[in-house]
């Protein structure tokens, strides 16, 4: 059997990651069905949130995270993430939906970025079920209140967020 | 510059297609700027809803609206869509979602498919803004009505209506 | 106190009313706040749905239920509703907005309308919160069952609609 | 340990079961978890959707399919349900809730039900979430398509649709 | 006629009730149709919202206003509800379902406390349809700009927050 | 052809206009089929959300915004939002409804609004679709990373913008 190429495709992915959650890795996985290549970009997210791990932190632990996955790659960025998708050429955006009330955001967001950059397009993936309401948010409220979170991250991310909320 | 290449990827866009609204074609353009390939897949649709157009017709009418489009076939099935899919080796199926109510149901098929079928990603690209509202049921009620619908499709599915909806 | 004039305001506020309800009867006296004339526009709608009174008989019953109110006159209609509300030289259509799923579809309609008529503007009007579940479908259902809908409708409807379901 | 007793209670779970599910069997298991009874109201439908099974088919299906849960009865009613849980001295009624648009739907007749009979509660249980997709609708529509059912409901449930759909 | 008697059910309502409503005691006397026991279990809510009334107030306040409903305790907790839920040996948690984007956070908690602690069950219920719309942030808003809180909220309650805002 | 006179019709359209964009001279466009007179009332709130711009700045620019248009005043107000409407002898409150979760906000507060003050009705208006994603909220996180406003808000609006996010 001849195995066609095709173009090389680039997909951004871009977030917070604060901290990564296996949501977040069973994305990355379904991303790579469908591009040749997945940018996990970090948002720096100056202005708005305030996150709990600095951006070195959580590059560093979405790095360790995905060091299995060929055709993976975590970077930083800091401005319009359309902006940066431009710039790393990407073909598109990979967003994650889990609920309604998300993908409300999402649309909302993707309608905007079209305005912004018409030549990317956002595509929108849905994780596993058993990752449907798992957020970074609320493993970090979990943890706060001195629950278990070992089913919902990997267990070097577990010991950094316990330590972290210990200091 | 170096052109990489990368994998040959398929994308299957399954649907009714009762007939083809600007709404699909954009789709269809926009699955383009990450599919190598996108097989326009119409449902035969035996059981439960009775198309208007018949399957040729509706086959009929994507080919002419996509003839200029590169990359793009249609072909009709029967039966689930995960197993044709799978028989035409495609790595994803792609679904537009316009509204709320319509992702409901998206969510709910693309669920089902995945447990019928894990290995065939869903995922979902937005329309043209200003085909947010537009559906195929829509418009051939406007058409029933005697409004003009020249905004919502190609002249010739427009014709193709207006000719079907007399006799 | 000097009472100042203004622009003579026509809404029509179109429907299958099948039969009218007290939420509707509520909404119309709510559009009255806004307009100064308020045209009942019962929809023929002879292709899809069946309605289970004649047209006759819909708007009868609207004339009845509406007939202490001033400013309101209940019509027939066929086609598209912007053309009709065009040919009545309104100022905007009225729509009462529900539930959730209630305002996806009018919303839906909104866009559409506003696509194959511009100049008329859709506005959408909350009814008491105690009719916010009520529609001409449920009550059907419930007096199929036997219930009793005497607090969701006029006597007269109830009796209409109890004297048609025993033919 | 003292085991204290508490008022005997019952409740309702009414649909049309056409056919069980393993969504449905995991809903009833968990209504058990606060009520000493469950009854299985088992619609007629006489009136808007026809049923695949008979009424005697789907009673039976559940019987067999709740056979070792105890507390829980199987019945068939006409009517309306609250006239009938009120016959039945249920305190309230069982629903599930699987995704957003159901709970539009379920909120509406539970608003409706407690118009008509304002002494009957409704609760709302959430399905495992590997059964938030599910529906009979959705399974029978898989199967007519020729697809495995296995993992959407008991295999005795499977047989019946498969001679069912052949007949 | 024989009374049966049954298992005695514990149910918790947890929350901030920062103050209690109307809505919160309406809630309140339903769960009790299902429930021998109601523990109001009232979140301490260090970490992410800062509480207007302190944990002590909020539970005076409850207390007043479940004085003479028997079966209902009131308690404060700190960390996670379901540990709490277990300590107490409850069989399911309470909560209301007001509107859509309610139910979707109130989905995401429970399937997260299900993951958390699969044998305590959640259950939904209802408020008065007159209460649809109320919260407590809602009536801490009203009442800071001066508004009439008195259909909102028992004259106690009404009271405390009056004063507690002038001070 | 005669023209009939009617009653003076007042809208109120609240909102904090932090800072004015193309959507909501949109809206005040759309009112104005619809009222003689909209009153553009611009709230200080000074509790929750701490505006970026002053409530002269707000005022001043959306005055600049409706220079052209007949029958549009600006004002800034406190407190309630129905008193100042009571106040102002309005007839309706005009809110403008984007997307779903939009919705369920708009209608909580439509419905307080009236049990707070049941002689002013709220109407909602759409705004045209390529308005459907935008907020002040989105345009200031935009500007915030550097990104070009200029197709979501008048030019004046902008330089106001991009002087107050350098100071």
Same mark, same amino acid.
């Given at each position: 059997m001849? /195995?066609?190429s095709g173009l090389h495709r680039k997909g951004? +992915?871009?977030?917070? &990651?604060?901290?990564? *959650? +296996?949501?977040h890795i069973d994305l990355i996985r379904r991303a790579l069905r469908v591009f040749d290549e997945v940018i996990v970009a970090v948002a720096d997210s100056g202005s708005e949130k305030k996150p709990l791990f600095s951006i070195q932190a959580r590059v560093g632990l979405l #790095? #360790?995270? *995905?060091?299995?996955? #060929?055709? %993976? !790659? %975590? =970077? $930083? &960025? =800091?401005?319009? %993430? %359309? =902006? +940066?998708a431009r710039k790393k050429k990407a073909d598109a955006m990979i967003r994650g939906v889990r609920m309604i009330s998300d993908f409300e955001y999402e649309f909302q967001m993707a309608l905007t970025n079209r305005k912004l950059a018409g030549d990317i397009e956002t595509i929108f993936l849905m994780p596993h079920e058993s990752y449907a +309401? /798992? $957020? !970074?948010?609320l493993i970090k409220e979990i943890a706060r209140l001195g629950g278990n979170i070992s089913s919902f991250a990997p267990p070097f991310v577990v010991k950094a967020l316990t330590r972290k909320l210990k200091s």
């Open positions: 001849l /195995l066609m951004i +992915y871009p977030g917070t &990651f604060d901290p990564v *959650t +296996y949501g #790095k #360790k995270a *995905t060091a299995g996955l #060929k055709g %993976v !790659s %975590v =970077e $930083s &960025f =800091e401005g319009l %993430v %359309v =902006e +940066y +309401y /798992l $957020s !970074s948010r």
